[in-house]
């Protein structure tokens, strides 16, 4: 008994010793990552491999930087754990998921003088109205990158592809894809649109249908919903979700697949757009370390490299690679704008009455061409389109502010249930 | 004892009801079960990833202890652990397996986060929050209330019901959140009306329920007639309609307690912590407290120990997963499930003694019909063995 | 339709091996809650098993059929019915309480499948394997829809099926599962006859956990065409599976047409779905609510036959008898 209790002590008093050695230790920290789910996630993976890359290339040791995985969007861990990183002695934090913000936001209200950057978030944009009380904290940043690009091209090599299967004379029937979305809103309904018209850019007449799962991470969910496209006639199916069941089914069916975030192997894989986050860490970590201010909102763009296209698939067609260096040129130099407002129309949207309807929002000319349209870009809770971001006949995407704001259903994309 | 009839068929051992240890015995007992449990978990960690077993116990201590935040965190989980057991141990100890306490937290959450969203703005924060504790705690007891009925009406299987239930709270979460967050975005942004005040800071009064509740659970189990009512409908229902305990009531009453208890704590963690709901707000709780209101024998003084346990052993391995740079969640359930496998299996050697019985088939093939002697061997080696446990 | 009722049988197996291994160990009347960590612990065992294989073959794009199969299905049971030994040890010698050990195994089975996912497996090959684990028969086109629904399945579809219907037979006609019966109805009656307890009951456990262990297998190699991220899918699996045990009243027999149903209440949503996030919300909760309405019916009717083992969920303590 006496000999257990022994024991007992010694590791106790190990174990302070311990924590006291190991705080006087530490270097001095520096960068903070939080994560929405772990590593087995692509979109999460995504953010850390450019992580622990530009904490590498910056020359910081290993115990300056961590990451944390699986801190949800509900509840307080988010919050705590940012908290937990200020205390320390952290210089930066950043987290990667939409429904983290409120917490980080939270965090940069209480440590001044520690920087919170948040990834795909809106925060910033109350900062573009005239009401400096809404704005969020100095010390609170947001980033994104123009995706749009990226996916794009990514369309780009899609149309090729149905160019290459149904020959130059491809019929409305054969041109027609699917992409299954997470969420009706307007990150992926921007994501959705600029592949889409890449893929028109090449197939004038192809028309796209798309399935929601109302979940970022549900396979089963993904899975069906490609299957659902591919009997609802889809030749060839995209997504953006973060687990594989889009290209599970469209291996099974033998349909080209073009993907987000990750590469595949499999014969039915195209090609992939990405966002490359290491431009941006290694800005933020530069900042950090000099004390430089960081953007309120940054967005990266194909330019910076933060916008990537994957390595093309073995489903890729012929001659993809020069084409897209080509339109890849054109989008860097300004050429091409993705949102044109030449290149679509938005008849089907104005018409529309039920009850998520942007019809008030759209102004339009006779022949459907989108003249103005209110955006919700100033994030202010209300759900309200109240800044106009057609400019010069171009829909300004990321623009205003990092986070897209693009969420009109133009012709020629139709939402299944 | 008619062993010796079948004395041919006798295995190695057999087992036996030990009579109560000294506290002294079962504390020393569950100790080294926990920390060979967490030296092996370290072990595991260290294999996996670039640290080792002396920095894994730094790091589970660290990172509950390491500052006056996670201090105030760590009880603050602590709390809500405690405060769901709570809810759990008047349907465990009446033998109700409550398997539906996330469904219940979260249905509790909901309706606190439908007062906030709807009485936003156009009542007084004061009016809203005392809705939302009638509201949230009404739903939990609903929820609750429904395998109640079907199990004292009906004698529906009580565990599955509740784990239904579960997802389809989870699901009517989804639906709700779609019907309130326009962007289509299924995020709800936190709410800042209807808040539960903080006292001084954010964990007091989540750390000041559960205390409360554990008292207050506490004396309704040891000192009221409910109380006294429950644990003999547990032992034996048909004891119970003897001594005229109506039976369908208990049950009917203790589960509206059990969900109801669920449904404020639903209410803690929207109104009083994050003011916005998701489906994983309850974070597996309604589990997590199955195992320590189960590990702490529905006594709610044990709970506050099992509590504490948990919460560290999950706390702490956040912190060692930060440390190890292990990016994904797979050995925190390995060891968390270890260290449940150690105490539960701790528990049969607290309960049990195991005997060799060698002598007693050496006895028993001697004398066959000698029934008297072999007794008497048997219980000589018995006192013999009780003899060298107590050194 | 067609679509449907395909993916519906498709999917069914992943119930139907978990509801088969679970109502062989309840019917020992153990209650196993270990179900969605076992599960788990068989997908891991069986890629494992698969990886090795791939790793092993000088050309990884031609694996031999036969041998893919059987060490992907021994591995899986193999490492199943390990974690299946857990809680059997816990429970039956060292009589601790079925419900809190099997939620204990189901944390450490997540657990311990991902982390031997993640460290020891190798997944370059798994595309090539599981196209041949998820092939039906060759003529199953040339029927057309008919062959599509009935012929197009892999062949661990087709096991599961055959394991539901052999094991139903076993429990109805054979001795031994005669004798398992009893020992779930009363052990006590059981042991007096001589059964000995014990040792059907860690039998059943046993086997009922590989069985389990194979639906994970399947629902990686062949569903999800070896793409596998995380647990949490299969623990839910584990979860329904159990339900899917009340659900067929303890037969393995009407197991096989309960996971069809919930197959297809389970993929329905991606069919039918709402256009709006609110109706699909509403429809992926179709399957929960209809198990709990047949719940509800079953314990209304109060039928003999539909009720579980009397002894379940009860420890057996010899020197109480």
């Avoid at chain 2, 006594?299 to 292990?326: C, H, Y």
């Avoid at chain 3, 919930?262 to 179709?286: C, N, Q």
Wanted: proline share 3%; charged share 15%; net charge neutral.
């Amino acid at each position: 008994m006496k000999k257990v209790l022994a024991i007992v002590l010694c590791v106790a008093l190990l174990a302070t010793l311990g924590v006291s050695l190991v705080a006087c230790n530490k270097a001095e920290p520096v960068a903070a990552l939080i994560c929405l789910h772990g590593d087995n996630s692509s979109y999460d993976k995504n953010f850390i491999d450019a992580f622990k890359a530009a904490c590498e290339a910056k020359g910081l040791t290993e115990d300056q930087y961590t990451i944390v995985v699986d801190i949800p969007e509900e509840g307080n861990d988010c919050y705590e754990k940012a908290a937990q990183f200020a205390d320390a002695g952290y210089k930066v934090v950043f987290a990667d998921s939409f429904g983290h913000q409120a917490n980080m936001i939270k965090a940069a209200k209480e440590f001044a003088d520690v920087q919170f950057c948040h990834a795909t978030g809106t925060g910033a944009s109350l900062s573009l109205d005239a009401d400096a009380s809404n704005d969020t904290p100095a010390n609170f940043h947001n980033a994104f990158a123009s995706i749009y690009e990226g996916r794009y091209l990514a369309g780009v090599a899609a149309g090729l592809k149905l160019i290459e299967m149904y020959g130059e004379d491809i019929t409305d029937a054969e041109a027609t894809i699917g992409y299954v979305g997470a969420w009706p809103y307007a990150e992926v309904i921007s994501g959705y649109t600029s592949y889409y018209l890449g893929v028109k850019s090449i197939v004038p007449n192809v028309t796209m249908k798309v399935k929601y799962t109302n979940s970022w991470y549900d396979e089963a969910a993904e899975k069906n919903a490609a299957i659902a496209l591919i009997n609802a006639g889809a030749k060839l199916v995209s997504g953006h979700a973060d687990s594989m069941g889009v290209p599970t089914a469209c291996k099974e069916n033998n349909i080209p697949n073009v993907f987000y975030n990750g590469v595949s192997t499999e014969d039915t894989f195209v090609i992939a757009s990405k966002i490359n986050w290491q431009p941006y860490f290694e800005y933020m970590l530069d900042c950090a370390m000099n004390n430089k201010p960081i953007d309120k909102d940054w967005t990266g763009t194909l330019a910076t490299n933060s916008v990537q296209i994957t390595a093309l698939g073995n489903a890729a067609a012929a001659g993809t690679q020069a084409k897209l260096d080509e339109v890849k040129a054109k989008l860097i130099s300004g050429e091409i704008k993705v949102f044109d407002t030449a290149n679509f129309t938005v008849k089907n949207a104005k018409a529309d009455t039920s009850a998520f309807s942007k019809a008030s929002y759209i102004t339009m000319d006779e022949n459907g061409k989108l003249l103005a349209y209110n955006a919700d870009i100033i994030d202010a809770g209300d759900y309200v389109g109240e800044t106009n971001a057609v400019e010069n006949g171009i829909f300004t995407e990321s623009s205003k502010r990092s986070a897209p704001y693009f969420d009109i259903i133009i012709d020629g994309i139709t939402i299944i249930a | 004892m008619s062993n010796n009839v079948k004395a041919k068929r006798e295995p190695l051992f057999h087992i036996v009801k030990r009579e109560d240890l000294k506290i002294g015995y079962k504390i020393m007992i569950y100790a080294i079960a926990i920390v060979v449990s967490l030296f092996l978990g370290g072990i595991m960690s260290s294999l996996a990833s670039k640290g080792d077993p002396f920095s894994f116990f730094v790091s589970l201590i660290d990172g509950c202890f390491g500052s006056s935040r996670k201090l105030w965190v760590f009880l603050q989980q602590m709390a809500l652990i405690l405060s769901v057991s709570m809810a759990l141990v008047p349907a465990f100890k009446m033998k109700f397996w409550n398997l539906g306490g996330n469904g219940q937290i979260l249905i509790g959450g909901l309706a606190a986060i439908a007062c906030m969203f709807y009485m936003g703005g156009k009542a007084d924060d004061g009016v809203i929050v005392l809705v939302a504790v009638i509201a949230s705690a009404l739903a939990g007891a609903i929820w609750a209330l429904i395998p109640a009925l079907c199990k004292a009406f009906f004698n529906t299987n009580e565990s599955l019901l509740t784990l239904m239930l579960n997802y389809i709270a989870s699901g009517l979460v989804t639906f709700f959140l779609a019907v309130w967050v326009k962007s289509g975005s299924g995020v709800l942004e936190p709410i800042k009306y209807g808040n539960l005040p903080e006292l001084g800071n954010p964990y007091i009064l989540i750390i000041l329920f559960g205390a409360l509740i554990t008292a207050l659970m506490f004396v309704y189990l040891r000192y009221s007639k409910h109380g006294y009512e429950l644990s003999v409908v547990g032992d034996s229902p048909n004891t119970a309609r003897y001594i005229g305990v109506n039976v369908k009531m208990v049950v009917i009453r203790t589960m509206i307690l059990s969900g109801a208890i669920c449904g404020l704590v639903g209410l803690l963690l929207t109104s009083g912590m994050s003011h916005t709901i998701g489906v994983k707000t309850a974070q597996n709780m309604g589990f997590t407290a199955i195992m320590t209101t189960w590990l702490g024998n529905c006594n709610p003084l044990m709970i506050i120990a099992t509590s504490s346990l948990v919460t560290f052993v999950t706390k702490g391995m956040e912190q060692v997963r930060m440390d190890f740079g292990l990016t994904n969640d797979s050995i925190a359930n390995l060891i968390i499930g270890l260290v449940y496998f150690f105490i539960i299996a701790c528990a049969f050697f607290i309960q049990y003694k195991v005997v060799f019985n060698i002598k007693l088939k050496k006895a028993v093939k001697a004398t066959a019909d000698n029934t008297v002697v072999a007794s008497t061997e048997e219980t000589s080696t018995e006192i013999e063995e009780n003899e060298e446990e107590v050194k | 339709m067609v679509q449907l009722l395909q993916s519906a049988i498709r999917f069914s197996a992943v119930f139907l091996f978990g509801c088969t291994g679970e109502i062989l160990t309840e019917k020992s009347g153990h209650l196993n809650l270990g179900i969605p960590g076992i599960m788990c612990g068989g997908t891991a065992g069986g890629c494992l098993g698969v990886a090795l294989y791939m790793a092993s073959l000088s050309d990884p794009s031609k694996p031999d059929y036969f041998a893919l199969v059987m060490i992907g299905i021994l591995m899986a049971f193999l490492f199943a019915s390990i974690l299946g030994g857990i809680y059997a040890l816990l429970t039956v010698s060292l009589k601790c309480n079925q419900n809190i050990t099997g939620l204990a195994l189901t944390t450490f089975g997540t657990g311990f499948a991902q982390f031997i996912m993640d460290n020891f497996v190798e997944r370059g090959n798994f595309s090539v394997a599981s196209t041949y684990i998820a092939q039906g028969f060759p003529f199953a086109q040339k029927l057309g829809w008919f062959g599509d629904i009935f012929f197009s399945h892999g062949i661990l579809v087709y096991l599961a099926i055959i394991i539901a219907l052999v094991v139903s037979f076993f429990l109805k006609r054979s001795k031994i599962g005669l004798g398992l019966r009893a020992v779930g109805e009363n052990p006590g009656a059981a042991d007096a006859v001589g059964i000995k307890v014990d040792k059907y009951k860690y039998i059943s456990i046993l086997v009922g956990s590989g069985i389990a262990g194979l639906g994970g297998f399947f629902y990686v190699m062949d569903y999800a065409q070896g793409m596998y991220d995380s647990y949490a899918t299969i623990e839910a699996f584990g979860w329904l599976a159990i339900a899917l045990v009340i659900f067929t009243l303890w037969r393995p027999n009407l197991a096989i047409i309960g996971s069809i149903v919930f197959g297809i209440l389970y993929v329905l949503p991606y069919f039918v779905g709402g256009d709006s996030s609110t109706r699909s919300a509403l429809i992926k909760l179709i399957p929960y609510v209809v198990t709990v309405l047949v719940l509800l019916v079953i314990s209304i009717t109060g039928s003999k036959k539909a009720q579980p083992p009397s002894a379940l969920g009860l420890t057996y303590f010899r020197e109480e008898r």
